[in-house]
């Protein structure tokens, strides 16, 4: 069995996947980015690295395991979409122009403080579900831990600019993880913005726009004045509907954790993602390490709610502690079981974090390749 890719492997270690490459390469194993690796490999990689691996089966992990929907149950679900994007190309003056808010103004230092994620209609009457990430760091940190939060990534260049190292990370880590791309060429108001600069920047990486005859969408869009974003959002749509996106709503909910801390008044505040099924007020949650029962839920506005549908961003109240980014959600039939559950997972990372070796587990990415 083949459980992860090298690139994937070494943002787990938090190395680079060049430095992967190359130490793959002095021991003699020719890789490539994407290739996926056994168990052999991946054992002498990451003590390579200073890492001892633990391959887990886990039958109780099994209980938490999706049950298949059949096809009648499924029903169009709105896109998840994440903007990526070198800094300050205009990530979040995009993600707030289309929330028709004033994030940026607020921001310590105009760096974005949180992975928030934002419902949004557009014009045309259609959902959109918007993860608000503070960079392609955290989309990785989240395919990590077995999450696929997103389909569909943005990416944000400036026209005053160029494509950046971090642009071209972003396109990376959005290929590797087969998410498709709709460039969105930025700040096209400015004097000195030159789009077909960013064409041609782009085609020589291999990203070949439509307007010259590749197979990526793009949009000239100016994220001051909303220039051209009705337009972006509908080419989003247009991908979603090749993706043909679909959940079942009638069903106990699944989904991942966004971010989550502790709040003073309020205890553990979790800020998820529905995938599947329907939450509810009162559902048994289980989240990574640590469970409790939907005491409340807000929308992305802060307005209660008693339910949550697909591809919905929700706040809750109630879990013992905060998950971390990227850790899957199940609704649990009984306290009992996502108390067990909870307990064996935060065993584990207790014995994990005494052994003096650092340890990361692949049993959730490895069942999901
Ligand atoms: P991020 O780092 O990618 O999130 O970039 P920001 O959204 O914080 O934007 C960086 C700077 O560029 C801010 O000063 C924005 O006001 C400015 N900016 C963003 N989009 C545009 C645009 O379309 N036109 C102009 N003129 N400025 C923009
Ligand atoms: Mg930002």
């Not at 700040?187 to 600069?197: E, G, L, S, V």
């Not at 726009?209 to 989003?236: C, F, H, P, T």
């Not at 959600?329 to 307990?343: F, K, Q």
Request: aromatic share 4%; charged share 25%; proline share 3%.
């Amino acid at each position: 069995t083949e459980f992860i890719s090298a690139n994937d492997l070494a943002s787990l270690m938090n190395v680079s996947v060049n430095e992967v490459i190359s130490a793959c390469l002095s021991l003699g194993m020719f890789v490539s980015i994407n290739q996926r690796l056994d168990a052999e490999a991946i054992t002498v990689i990451t003590d390579e690295f200073g890492y001892d691996v633990q391959f887990t089966s886990s039958e109780e992990e099994n209980a938490v395991q999706e049950s298949k929907d059949s096809e009648q149950d499924l029903l169009p679900r709105a896109p998840i979409v994440t903007i990526m994007g070198h800094v300050d190309h205009g990530k979040t003056s995009l993600l707030d122009y289309i929330r028709n808010t004033k994030v940026t103004a607020s921001e310590a230092g105009g760096i974005t403080q949180h992975v928030g994620a934002y419902d949004v209609t557009t014009k045309s009457g259609n959902k959109i579900a918007f993860l608000d990430t503070p960079g392609h760091e955290a989309f990785t940190a989240m395919r990590a831990r077995g999450a696929k939060l997103t389909d569909i990534a943005i990416i944000v260049v400036a026209a005053d600019d160029d494509v950046m190292p971090q642009t071209k990370e972003a396109i990376n880590h959005a290929q590797v993880a087969g998410v498709p791309i709709i460039i969105a060429i930025n700040k096209i108001d400015k004097p000195t913005a030159n789009a077909d600069k960013i064409r041609e920047s782009l085609s020589k990486i291999n990203i070949l726009v439509e307007e010259w005859g590749g197979k990526y969408q793009s949009q000239e869009i100016s994220a001051k004045s909303g220039k051209g974003i009705d337009d972006l959002l509908e080419k989003v749509l247009l991908e979603a509907e090749l993706l043909n996106l679909k959940a079942n709503p009638n069903r106990n909910a699944t989904g991942s954790i966004i971010e989550a801390s502790l709040d003073k008044g309020r205890g553990y505040v979790a800020t998820l993602m529905v995938q599947n099924g329907k939450l509810k007020i009162g559902d048994i949650l289980l989240a990574g390490a640590h469970y409790g029962r939907v005491k409340a839920m807000f929308d992305d506005t802060g307005k209660r709610i008693q339910e949550a549908g697909p591809s919905t961003p929700v706040v809750v109240l109630g879990l013992d502690g905060a998950p971390q980014a990227g850790e899957k959600i199940a609704v649990m039939d009984t306290d009992r079981e996502a108390r067990e559950l909870a307990g064996k997972r935060s065993q584990l990372l207790r014995e994990q974090s005494i052994r003096t070796k650092k340890h990361i587990t692949l049993d959730e990415i490895g069942r999901r390749l």
